[in-house]
């Protein structure tokens, strides 16, 4: 069987992708682990006939008007839900199926477009049940499954607090406050470089508006502390963070609550990156990222990067980095010249300038403190597949230990299921600290990325057998 393009992800970047290359004949196979397609933004309720009113009209608008143009081209691709990508090689990829196979896909071309994952943030009590990352949250509410229980707290950073925050109040739930860790003068300074995408300033300013109308306390400049409960959340400490996030412990306040939702941030989901040997660098931020040029082509030509995978920048910059890639696939392919390439991807680079100028001032404001690291107690564990703590890693960095292997090699950071996905962000920013170089190394995840169940071993044949 000839192999075809290949795109993992079947968010808004790779919708854009598979779309592209759809509208000039070329047949893709699309990888999604999710049983609909539309990313975590705009996937919509699981269910049929639920109808997601809270979410906000012009939210289902761009849901819709997304789905819909995907349906035209829907059947010149060729769409494997319910598929989970858990490792790569050379011109293949290894996929999950939904009967619980290991399957081989070739691929011509790749485009990784896997999305992102939450910045996990340490303190104690942070393992409880009831607290929850609010990306979590809000995928919950997305589904139209189920909502939280109880009065609901919401700490961390970013536009997607108040985001979150309106549409629980609209689906019912009981919001006893939202702790945004920056200070509003930061936000203020922000105000020409939001501007560049009036309509989201505008949406930002209505949810704060909605926030107070409603009588749902919004603090800026505090954030959390811990959490407190036996066998479940059942209080929560917060306190005000100066300019670097250092909690004033004198000032903190605890009070009841029976779900608290984090969210300080997203990590561009690199594991399979990795794997497959890309290159990458740290980002300003301190996430590590897969290298990529003005094609969206990584460090290797033929496998393109696009979405959240390649830097935070949002829904519409994802479908705008997924356009310009399959420009460029379609380019290496010879369906378009080199010409109509370069005019249509100018065309979607003046569209992103604006965006990136928007984002510019959103990672300015939401720029993470490093005083959450003084957050854990010796005894918080900070991996928690193997249940290493604080007082580990304080004990490794004392005896030496200067880069993420020596201290996987000495704790056992990252060595469990997640591989890392919890712990890493963590790890690094301690060694950062400790040591003072910005590059302390990266831990290349393993095959198979995600657990796998024994009945996938039972299928694999003795040729995969032998390439795996």
Not at 130 to 151: A, D, E, N, Y
Not at 221 to 236: F, K, P, Q, S, Y
Not at 253 to 282: C, K
Not at 323 to 331: D, E, G, K, T
Request: proline share 5%; net charge neutral.
């Amino acid at each position: 069987m000839s192999a075809k393009p290949v795109i993992v992800g079947g968010g808004p970047a790779g919708m854009s992708a598979a779309m592209e290359l759809a509208r000039h004949g070329v047949e893709c196979v699309l990888l999604d682990e999710a049983s609909r397609v539309g990313g975590v933004v705009y996937r919509g309720p699981l269910r049929e006939g639920v109808v997601l009113d809270y979410l906000g009209e012009r939210y289902r608008e761009n849901m819709q008007a997304l789905h819909r143009e995907f349906e035209q081209v829907r059947d010149r691709i060729d769409i494997r839900l319910n598929t989970r990508v858990v490792g790569g090689g050379e011109g293949e990829l290894f996929a999950l199926t939904p009967d619980e196979r290991i399957e081989a896909v070739p691929f011509s071309q790749l485009l990784l477009a896997a999305g992102c994952h939450e910045r996990s943030v340490p303190f104690p009590g942070w393992t409880l049940p009831g607290v929850i990352m609010l990306g979590g949250l809000q995928l919950q509410i997305k589904s139209g499954v189920v909502k939280p229980l109880g009065r609901t707290v919401l700490v961390g950073t970013g536009p997607l607090l108040p985001l979150v925050a309106c549409q629980l109040h609209r689906a019912g739930a009981a919001l006893a406050g939202v702790y945004e860790a920056s200070a509003f003068g930061r936000l203020a300074k922000e105000t020409i470089a939001l501007l560049n995408q009036p309509q989201l300033f505008l949406d930002g300013l209505s949810m704060v508006a909605y926030l107070k109308r409603h009588g749902i306390p919004l603090h800026y400049g505090w954030g959390v502390v811990e959490a407190h409960g036996d066998a479940e959340l059942n209080e929560v400490t917060v306190a005000p963070y100066d300019a670097d996030w250092r909690a004033d412990l004198t000032r903190a306040r605890r009070f009841p609550a029976q779900t608290l939702a984090v969210g300080y941030g997203f990590i561009p989901r690199t594991q399979l990156t990795q794997q497959m040997g890309l290159e990458h660098r740290y980002a300003d931020d301190g996430f590590l990222k897969p290298v990529n040029d003005d094609w969206q082509r990584s460090s290797r030509g033929d496998i393109h990067l696009a979405g959240d995978i390649g830097g935070l920048r949002g829904g519409e910059a994802a479908m705008i980095s997924g356009r310009i890639a399959a420009l460029s696939m379609l380019l290496q392919l010879g369906k378009l010249d080199e010409q109509q390439a370069l005019r249509q991807r100018q065309a979607c680079l003046d569209q992103m300038a604006s965006i990136l100028r928007f984002r510019k001032g959103i990672d300015s404001f939401t720029r993470r403190g490093l005083g959450q690291l003084a957050l854990p107690t010796p005894d918080t564990v900070i991996c928690r597949c193997e249940h290493a703590t604080r007082q580990d890693i304080d004990t490794a960095l004392e005896q030496g230990v200067n880069d993420l292997i020596s201290l996987k090699m000495r704790t056992r950071v990252s060595m469990g299921d997640c591989q890392g996905k919890m712990c890493v962000g963590y790890c690094s920013d301690r060694l950062r600290e400790h040591t003072g170089k910005r590059d302390v190394g990266w831990i290349r995840p393993r095959f198979p990325l995600d657990p796998l169940p024994f009945s996938a071993f039972s299928a694999i044949d003795a040729h995969q057998t032998e390439e795996i």
